[in-house]
């Protein structure tokens, strides 16, 4: 049984630049979550996906956007992107109800 | 708004020897509470999880936490480390569904194990 699976492993962007990153829940999964770790932090929540939408969302702008598949799986999206965007973006994945587990992440550079 | 306070960012003990590492949480009612571990570079591995009933939790790898609701603390324990445990630690809090929804976490405790 697959864990949750992300794709790339790392990426490096230049800044104004724009960026997707994509995640497979685990198998049984239907809600996804994405969170962004800076270095030396905890990781913040950005939002959740549910039934191909956007159920809650952090603080966070509106360049950062995403998307949920038919298939559950789901994709994070940043625009115009700033070296503040420099992280490592982790997503997770859960059931209606229960604890989510966490892909190994992605490590965004932005130079 | 939740928040969650991991009051030690880094410490070393010694293979063998016990280790306590606190957590205390600001939320007025109890939420579901969380330790996940963190190996370089590596996700997150849920170690355990608290929900209700039984103060005392146990996890995985030989780690327990126990609930204090009148300290509003969740502090993870475990009798003898071993050379392995040495990774970042997180407490985090949810709200909602078991956990599903938002999690928030602390900042994190470091953790570096000498022979």
């Known amino acids: 049984d697959a864990g949750v699976t992300q794709s790339p492993t790392h990426l490096i962007k230049t800044r104004g630049q724009q960026v997707t990153l994509r995640c497979s829940p685990k198998?049984?999964?239907?809600?996804v979550s994405w969170y962004q770790q800076a270095l030396g932090q905890g990781p913040q929540f950005i939002f959740q996906?549910?039934?191909?939408?956007?159920?809650q969302r952090g603080n966070f702008p509106d360049r950062f956007s995403g998307h949920q598949f038919p298939n559950y799986s789901s994709e994070l999206n940043v625009n115009a992107l700033l070296l503040g965007d420099s992280a490592l973006y982790l997503c997770?994945?859960?059931?209606?109800?229960?604890?989510?587990?966490f892909g190994p992440g992605t490590r965004l550079t932005v130079l | 708004a939740q928040s969650v306070t991991q009051p030690d960012i880094h410490i070393t003990v010694s293979e063998g020897a016990s280790l306590e590492l606190r957590c205390n949480y600001s939320y007025g009612a109890t939420p579901y509470l969380f330790w996940y571990v963190q190996s370089p570079g590596q996700g997150l591995q849920l170690l355990l999880k608290?929900?209700?009933?039984?103060?005392l939790v146990q996890g995985i790898k030989g780690f327990e936490a126990e609930f204090k609701r009148s300290q509003s603390s969740f502090n993870l324990r475990k009798p003898s480390v071993h050379w392995s445990d040495a990774a970042e630690y997180f407490c985090?809090?949810?709200?909602?569904?078991?956990?599903?929804?938002?999690?928030?976490f602390g900042t994190g405790t470091r953790l570096t194990i000498i022979p």
């Open positions: 997770a994945s859960s059931s209606l109800v229960g604890e989510q587990f």
């Open positions: 198998s049984g999964h239907d809600t």
């Open positions: 985090a809090v949810g709200l909602h569904n078991f956990g599903n929804e938002k999690l928030t």
């Open positions: 996906y549910y039934e191909e939408e956007e159920r």
């Open positions: 608290y929900f209700s009933g039984d103060t």
